[in-house]
DNA sequence: TCACGAAGATCAGCATTGATAATCAATGAC
DNA sequence: GTCATTGATTATCAATGCTGATCTTCGTGA
């Protein structure tokens, strides 16, 4: 009763100019905003369909408003992107991020990994850019998954000349829709947009499950920076990679980028880091 | 005082020199931004979790958003290998008496961290630098363990005087022994040897547990290669760190290392993936 | 209709947190 | 200069949140 006095208390007094925009909620106050329980609010985050913070020693769940409505806007997929107005006042009854729903595993390198992952790997020869690509595409397309592959052009005919050893003729493969080579757009904004509709395209063509090789080095040969980069992959991760049946696979050549772009990319793809993360190390 | 001297490395500068967005909040405000109370605010300036400036002859708490920004931490499962720790055989019988002994475990941000890991930590701040390394000391030297501290000249000041403020006046836990700055060698084979001597003199001198922090940036200052540093990582993971009861912590600044470097560190300290990696990628 | 997963409720152990009090010294208003 | 207020420090104690576990209910789809 105090608390809640103490908590509500003075919330929009601009004291002495500070912007206090960044509200925090804490769990109880972000169950009430979702209408549901605190329990459920721990699994959410625990599964990794809603972003929380944490603070203190006991590691509490702090909770911005931005990412609340996210969760509560992320029932449509292929509306992913379109941040235009969304009622936050009347809960939609089913609310449900589609990672959640996704019962089923892919292997990679014999590790089981679940669908609605973003995951990076980081080489530093030519050889480990294919090592663990070439067999998560060809498993992919054995399976009759949607296989995109994003990379620039060293990066690109390495890939996709490994990935035809392995399989022989890429023809039929393309021709059917199962592998789809995405040119890199201009910058961060349009290629989101350029995945979000390719992703809801092989979706509503009846793929049930996605799989996403990017080589990221196609970013620097655009002429864009890190921080676009972190940008680009932030929004990813948040948007797009949780929002699919899709398991992404993101590439970083140690070669071409700084220790701090490494660094963001790590950070930037934290599932990679429920799985054994020396086997996403390459040589 | 102690405001002009932080704030020497903050971009946005006015004429005068003092920055424009320096807005110092009070505890009060700083306890509504992380939505804690003021007393837990108090705990973790305490422990040196957080950064404070203190102003007045009372000693009051002042904070920097960043600081405040930085100490809310992404969300990561807290499980540690309290379970993973176990010896991989079936229940142990009786155990005899060395084994008694060796269940313990250190704190790192509320991880339990057994004895004799070898662990990394990314950093891009010098913020960062200090973040999870301070506490981590000062634990250290409450607990009576013997603490070592390798780093090269920015570094090292700056820990010293980030673990100074915290934990006050140095000079008896360095004549007590507990708190040992050891000059860096001119290469590796060096300062593994003197390591070797100064953790063996250590525990001779009846400290039981035994704590190292180093900043490898000490080696790019040292004019050796990244090569080099690789040889002394891969050494030390397997004559020394796992020999003594230590906890090693190798700081990389990421904004001094290349991303091979960093992959490479990464690589070799594979103690640190037993723990949820995301604490150890700090800004 | 049955099976399945998600949601909700509950239990336990545990460490942190929040509230409160007492003391002390600096601050700010008069 | 006085004097009430504020914040620091130290301490105690109850409440809270985290983790992991089990169990039941509910709605949906096979």
Redesign the pocket.
Known sequence: M??MM?KEHNEHMAVSGIPTDMKLL???EAARFL??????V???T?SGALRCLR???????RFEREDLEAFVGANSPTRALAEASKPIGAAQP???PAD??A?EFATIEGMPVPWGRHLCQLYETDRGRVQMTVPFLNDGLNAGDACFLIASEPARAHLIEALRRVRGDLGPDIEAGRLRVIDHAQNGSAMLAALDEAFGAAMEEGFGKLRLVGDMAWFLDQGLSGDELVNFETRYDRQIGHSYPIISLCLYDARRFSGIEILHALKSHADTFDLPLSRFLLR
Do not use: Q
Not at 35 to 40: A, M, P
Not at 55 to 61: A, C, D, L, P, S
């Open positions: 105090f608390i103490n804490d769990i109880h209408r549901v329980s605190e329990v459920s721990r699994r959410y625990k603070v203190g020693g006991r590691r509490e769940r089913t609310l449900g959640v729903a019962p």
